[in-house]
């Protein structure tokens, strides 16, 4: 997963989402550009849905491939034994220097 692209200033700011949440994810960079952000968002898309989605809306993402397949209709959490609910739109921070 290639994340250079959306350093800044040795911070990588990042947020995960899913289909489900693709509109709220979009609103949240929506609100954030009329904040004024200068920092870029990294979009973790979880599954091919969302980041189709923000590809054709020009929104730069990543798509995780998860390890394990994930089987329409149920949620990332079940199949790759991680639970994304908690941080679906919260927005996480990493030094990267």
Wanted: aromatic share 14%; hydrophobic share 40%; charged share 15%.
């Amino acid at each position: 997963m290639d994340y250079t692209r959306f350093i800044n200033n040795d911070f990588l700011v990042w947020t995960m989402t899913t289909n489900g949440y693709k509109y709220l994810t979009l609103n949240l960079l929506e609100s954030l550009k009329k904040a004024n952000i200068k920092w870029k968002l990294m979009i973790i898309c979880v599954d091919k849905e969302s980041h189709t989605f923000m590809q054709s809306m020009n929104v730069p993402s990543v798509y995780y491939k998860p390890s394990v397949p994930v089987i329409v209709g149920t949620e990332p959490s079940q199949s790759i034994g991680c639970s994304f609910k908690a941080t679906r739109l919260s927005i996480g921070f990493t030094f990267i220097g």
